[in-house]
């Protein structure tokens, strides 16, 4: 069921945004003043054609891409605001992160690669927490491979946990299903929001599947670095 969109209750802000990317000839106005707010507990699709600026976006969300020119809150904190190593122990605490190509360390297992994150935060229940999302996304049996061992779905799976383990507020995805097969990517989608769900998270995807989009609260089209229409 679509859940109601408050704007009272939005977790991120985006105010203005301007970002340009390249030198020269070859620059390019990536986001030309964006402005958006998302709910705390909703999902949002972002969608657009290639070039659209909205794989950027959602990387400037993450902190991961910095602007030139506008404000990002996201929990009350301005992220435009915070030095390099703010950013990162903002973004370990708050963002979790889910690439389209799972970004997995291959000399390390499922569990291992799900510990990474508490581990550099310190958290003395690493290994306890990283098995219980594993176990939650299906892979209580899978602990101990390697990435090379796994399907693509697993790895998502796997990447999905590291996400979730640190217990962000806020789950970015990029293209969560785009590296996968039409029945697994199917698979990873449903176990996608139902880990949201069961979290309270505020979920920011970008997709070119329609479909997928249409399972959030919201659909933000994007094209030439603008948000369009009525429903933004």
């Known amino acids: 069921m679509k859940q109601d969109v408050t704007l009272s209750t939005s977790v991120i802000q985006l105010e203005n945004l301007h970002l340009t990317l390249g030198e020269d000839a070859s ?42 020119e506008g404000r990002i809150v996201i929990n009350d904190t301005d992220i435009t605001k915070l030095n390099e190593d703010q950013l990162a122990a903002f973004r370990g605490k708050h963002v979790g992160i889910v690439f389209q190509s799972f970004h997995l360390i ?9 510990s990474v994150p508490l581990e550099l935060s310190g958290d003395p229940k690493a290994q306890e927490k990283a098995k219980a999302e594993l176990e939650a ?11 090379g061992q796994l399907s ?24 969560p299903t785009g590296n996968l097969d039409g029945e697994t990517g199917v698979q990873v989608a449903n176990l996608l929001f139902e880990r949201q769900r069961e979290k309270g998270l505020t979920l920011v995807l ?7 989009a249409k399972q959030c609260d919201r659909t933000i089209p994007v094209r030439s670095g603008i948000i369009e229409g009525a429903n933004a």
């Open 206 to 212: 970008v997709t070119h599947d329609l479909d997928l």
């Open 137 to 147: 996304v299906g892979l209580g049996h899978r602990l101990n491979h390697y990435p």
């Open 27 to 68: 620059r390019v106005h990536v986001l030309k003043g964006i402005d958006l707010e998302i709910a705390k507990g909703t999902s949002t699709g972002i969608v657009g054609p290639s070039g659209s600026g909205k794989s950027t976006l959602l990387m400037v969300i993450a902190g991961l891409e910095r602007i030139d």
């Open 106 to 114: 291959p000399n390390m297992t499922a569990l291992e690669n799900v």
């Open 152 to 175: 693509g779905g697993e790895q998502q799976r796997v990447a999905l946990a590291r996400a979730l383990a640190p217990e962000p507020t806020v789950l970015i995805a990029d293209e």
